[in-house]
């Protein structure tokens, strides 16, 4: 499974963002994609993810209300719309495949080179 991560730049407190995963390679009906973020010096976190099948999604109570995850089936394609961006979701933002639907970065087998969204106040 390959994933391409783009999206990210840099953008005023209060503004938006959309990030996009596109994934090619082997896939299964029954796998889940997310997103997470490590900022400098903090430990890799979980943002969101959404169950390929069905289209069940999670969120992290710091984004949720804020971010909405989707995808394209056709594209093989997830977004993230970032919304009301606060300084702190400033990170490195990381898409990753899961075989399973988990919020754990270990659950998580296959991911993306990240992209960088910095958010200016």
């Known amino acids: 499974v390959q994933l391409q991560a783009s999206g990210g730049g840099l953008v005023q407190a209060g503004g938006s963002l959309r990030l996009s995963c596109a994934a090619s390679?082997?896939?299964?009906?029954?796998?889940?994609l997310g997103w997470f973020r490590q900022a400098p010096g903090k430990e890799r976190e979980f943002v969101a993810a959404?169950?390929?099948?069905?289209?069940?999604?999670v969120y992290s109570d710091s984004v949720k209300g804020r971010f909405t995850i989707s995808r394209d089936n056709a594209k093989n394609t997830v977004y993230l719309q970032m919304s009301s961006l606060k300084p702190e979701d400033t990170a490195i933002y990381y898409c990753?495949?899961?075989?399973?639907?988990?919020?754990?970065?270990?659950?998580?087998?296959?991911w993306g080179q990240g992209t960088q969204v910095t958010v200016s106040s």
């Open positions: 990753a495949h899961s075989p399973r639907f988990g919020i754990l970065w270990h659950e998580y087998d296959y």
């Open positions: 390679g082997r896939t299964f009906s029954s796998y889940a």
């Open positions: 959404i169950r390929w099948s069905g289209g069940s999604t």
